[in-house]
């Protein structure tokens, strides 16, 4: 079975400085995608970066840019010149295809970010 | 930019009521998902709908759970029975034909008390 492991519960980042989250993941499949989900206090699941994985370039979002080692099933965000409202919950999540053209998430735990002023 | 929408935002029910939690997916997407949070915890993949029927289910998805989608635009969770703890959030999510991408809502927060 898949899992994705995010290994920092909490962290934090003094303004204007950069951070990184790791996220580590296990799977055997060769076709599968993977994200960073921001959720603020809201809860609401915002979008912030995805991946494919058959792309060997990293995806960069303005501020936000990951590692990706598929070799190492690595995919860790860095977010660059931290903001306060960056401030929030962070997922990370694999998505593969199930059936019929369907796909399904898996999350990780979430690392919960604080930036600092 | 179309989104998918929740109602209700917040939905507070007594143990053993039935609630029915109401998505509308994006008009043109095809695939349907319930996922739930409970609180302090990670996102969980409950069902996904394609073509009028469940095309996976996970193992929380039981019994107590159905999902519906009773005319062209809204897509519904129900539970029949709620339990302390099915108190959690709920996302819908939807997706359309020959993408991975999925769109969720900004979810039902279930209190069952």
């Known amino acids: 079975a898949q899992t994705v492991t995010q290994s920092q519960p909490e962290m934090s980042v003094q303004e204007a400085e950069t951070v990184t989250l790791s996220c580590t993941y296990d799977?055997?499949?060769?076709?599968?995608?993977l994200f960073w989900y921001k959720q603020p206090p809201s809860r609401q699941m915002i979008l912030v970066i995805r991946?494919?994985?058959?792309?060997?370039q990293n995806a960069t979002e303005n501020r936000f840019s990951v590692n990706f080692q598929k070799a190492a099933k690595s995919f860790s965000l860095k977010i660059s010149d931290s903001q306060l409202g960056d401030t929030a919950m962070y997922f990370c999540?694999?998505?593969?295809?199930?059936?019929?053209?369907?796909?399904?998430?898996?999350f990780g735990t979430g690392t919960r970010l604080k930036v600092l002023a | 930019e179309p989104e998918v929408t929740q109602t209700p935002s917040h939905q507070v029910t007594q143990m053993g009521q039935e609630v029915i939690l109401r998505c509308v997916p994006i008009?043109?997407?095809?695939?349907f998902y319930w996922y739930r949070q409970i609180l302090g915890q990670k996102v969980e993949f409950l069902v996904s709908?394609?073509?009028?029927?469940?095309?996976?289910k996970s193992e929380i998805f039981d019994d107590q759970f159905s999902v519906e989608r009773p005319d062209g635009s809204n897509f519904t969770l129900k539970i029949r029975s709620t339990k302390l703890e099915d108190s959690a959030m709920y996302f819908c999510?939807?997706?359309?034909?020959?993408?991975?991408?999925?769109?969720f809502g900004p979810g039902t927060r279930l209190t069952v008390t």
């Open positions: 991946q494919e994985a058959y792309k060997q």
């Open positions: 999510a939807s997706g359309k034909l020959a993408s991975y991408e999925q769109y």
């Open positions: 008009s043109n997407h095809l695939y």
């Open positions: 709908f394609y073509n009028n029927e469940i095309s996976e």
């Open positions: 999540a694999f998505m593969k295809p199930i059936t019929s053209g369907t796909y399904k998430y898996i």
């Open positions: 799977t055997s499949e060769n076709n599968y995608y």
